[in-house]
């Protein structure tokens, strides 16, 4: 700092300007000296502020823990274990026992659409409303695929993540796609042809307790 003299303010100074040796500091890099100017306002209030900013934000955030819930990650970790419980009640009270298919298509939309489509008519994974299967069409086929994956195709093995239970509700809602046209034209055939009406006539006794029977008896070709 050298005093008494006036500053050259900041504003004033244009490029190429003569600073009067008085105004410049001490230290010098290759030529290049430092003007002794004050900072812009801006920038020293930008500063002020973020100091001020700090005080406020460490207590609240990092300290008291006083932010609004709804803007921590925590409470979302809790809306899913709420979900969570209210499906283990939703099992428990039998909802999904008595419409295994609609539980189903439940499942489905979590953990299906993004590879089979929200109609089932293919992207990543194959079409699952057409003919034509790579795995077989039968409930216990589908089963199959759906539990033990194919992993050098990219379809994950989904036994150990879902369970049986879940597993043989979601293959219910499955065999109900076939034949039902996607919005869109789904994706070309891939596998062999079957002869699906057949394959998805409902069978004549069909027991009536068990998500098996449930299935059959609720398609409709
Ligand atoms: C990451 C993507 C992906 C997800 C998620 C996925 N699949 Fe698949 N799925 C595939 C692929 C890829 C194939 C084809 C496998 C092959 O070519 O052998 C496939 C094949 C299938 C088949 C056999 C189709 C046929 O033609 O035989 C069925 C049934 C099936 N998936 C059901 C499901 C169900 C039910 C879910 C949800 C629980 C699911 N998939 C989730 C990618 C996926």
Same mark, same amino acid.
């Given at each position: 700092?050298?005093?008494?003299?006036?500053?050259?303010?900041?504003?004033?100074?244009?490029?190429?300007?003569?600073?009067?040796?008085?105004?410049?500091?001490?230290?010098?890099?290759?030529?290049?000296?430092?003007?002794?100017?004050?900072?812009?306002?801006?920038?020293?209030?930008?500063?002020?502020?973020?100091?001020?900013?700090?005080?406020?934000?460490?207590?609240?955030?990092?300290?008291? =823990?006083?932010?609004?819930?709804?803007?921590?990650?925590?409470?979302?970790?809790?809306?899913?274990?709420?979900?969570?419980?209210?499906?283990?009640?939703?099992?428990?009270?039998?909802?999904?026992?008595? =419409?295994?298919?609609?539980?189903?298509?439940?499942?489905?939309?979590?953990?299906?659409?993004?590879?089979?489509?929200?109609?089932?008519?293919?992207?990543?994974?194959?079409?699952?409303?057409?003919?034509?299967?790579?795995?077989?069409?039968?409930?216990?086929?589908?089963?199959?695929?759906?539990?033990?994956?194919?992993?050098?195709?990219?379809?994950?093995?989904?036994?150990?993540?879902?369970?049986?239970?879940?597993?043989?509700?979601?293959?219910?809602?499955?065999?109900?796609?076939?034949?039902?046209?996607?919005?869109?034209?789904?994706?070309?055939?891939?596998?062999?042809?079957?002869?699906?009406?057949?394959?998805?006539?409902?069978?004549?006794?069909?027991?009536?307790?068990?998500?098996?029977?449930?299935?059959?008896?609720?398609?409709?070709?």
């Amino acid at each position: 700092m050298s005093d008494g003299h006036k500053k050259i303010e900041h504003e004033e100074l244009l490029p190429g300007d003569f600073i009067p040796e008085q105004d410049l500091l001490d230290h010098e890099y290759d030529g290049i000296h430092e003007a002794d100017n004050p900072l812009p306002k801006w920038w020293v209030n930008l500063f002020l502020i973020t100091i001020v900013f700090a005080f406020v934000y460490t207590p609240i955030v990092h300290m008291f =823990d006083l932010l609004p819930k709804r803007f921590l990650n925590r409470d979302i970790a809790q809306a899913a274990m709420a979900a969570e419980q209210r499906e283990a009640e939703l099992i428990a009270s039998g909802a999904y026992d008595q =419409d295994p298919i609609g539980a189903g298509k439940k499942y489905f939309g979590t953990f299906c659409v993004t590879c089979h489509g929200a109609y089932g008519e293919g992207g990543i994974g194959p079409n699952l409303t057409d003919n034509y299967w790579i795995h077989g069409p039968s409930e216990d086929q589908i089963i199959a695929t759906v539990t033990n994956g194919v992993a050098a195709k990219g379809m994950p093995q989904w036994g150990p993540i879902l369970g049986d239970r879940k597993i043989k509700m979601i293959s219910a809602y499955v065999m109900t796609l076939w034949n039902q046209p996607p919005p869109t034209p789904g994706k070309k055939a891939e596998g062999e042809p079957y002869d699906m009406a057949t394959i998805r006539a409902p069978k004549e006794e069909a027991p009536t307790d068990s998500v098996t029977a449930s299935a059959d008896t609720t398609v409709k070709i």
